[in-house]
């Protein structure tokens, strides 16, 4: 198996600080952060035992080119990508909601919709609607963010009660994620694919919201393909997808669904390597472009590397 990135520990000059997430760990300096992206791949909210080789090139270099075809609508977080798995940018204050937004009922949307509930995150759905239909029109269905454990569902009236967001800039906050669904909408289809649902992360400097994290990445987006699309739903069959989605398929028929007392199925070397070859193959489709496989011998040596030429 090629190598792939589990963890990484790093030690810059300036370094103030340092997170683990999911999936990226992050170098914090006075006012930027090193954002490297791991192979690391969680499912369900939790991180899966072995490391996806390709992922964190993968979401790094997609979440680049799609903040740089953005940022006329909203300014991002970005000041240079060093590295293939490495982005340097503004240091901001998040904010503590997650907006998704769906244009389609697929995913999260679906399961609970299919249980009875017409209604997700305080939206109203319409009656009669099949597994991967388009909606009437795109919703914002936001979620809390959790540093551990589960994101939780929350509706707009909630967070405005709470005070999770002034009224004024989440108001702001839901304008600038239309604007974006619309245009990684515009974009997809380009490559004959269609944004099924996605989310994005804000937060500020000073006064300024300013988009952060990744946009329009097989982690953050579900995109199907737009050709057979129609014909598929007539006939109620799955739609052809990229997203991660079919991590969670390969979980959940192996009896995973990150519940208490469930066992992570094994991860051989055969579902590494496919898993690895999709996200290969979403990057190719996304952007047209065939993916360069970046040199993963020493990729902790590479990455220093990088980093340090821009930080000296």
Sequence with gaps: MKEAIKETNFNFPKQTGKYSGKVRDVYFLD???????????????????????????????VAAKNLE?????????????????????????????EMVVRGYLAGHAWREYKTGKRA???????????????????????TTKAHEGHDEDITREAILEQG???????????????ALFQRGTELAAQRGLILVDTKYEFGKIGNEIILIDEIHTPDSSRFFYMEGYEARQEKGERQKQLSKEFVR??????????????????MTDAVVEGISNRYIELYEQV??????RNNNKDLLKRIEENVLKILN
């Design 31 to 61: 006012d930027q952060l090193i954002m490297v992206a791991t192979d690391r791949i969680s499912a369900f909210d939790v991180v899966l035992p072995r490391p996806i080789p390709f992922k964190g090139q993968v979401l790094n270099q």
């Design 69 to 97: 075809a953005t940022k006329d609508i909203v300014p991002n977080w970005v000041d240079v990508v060093p590295d293939a798995n490495v982005t340097i940018g503004k240091k901001c204050s998040p904010y503590a909601v």
């Design 120 to 142: 997700v995150c305080g939206v109203s759905l319409p009656d009669g609607l099949k597994e991967n239909d388009r909606l009437p029109t795109p919703i914002i269905t936001p």
């Design 164 to 178: 999770i967001v002034d009224g004024h800039e989440y108001a702001q906050l839901e304008a600038y994620t239309l």
């Design 249 to 266: 398929e390969w979980l959940i028929e192996n009896g995973f669904q990150g519940k208490d007392g469930q066992q992570i199925p094994e």
């Design 287 to 292: 952007t047209g472009e065939a993916f360069v």
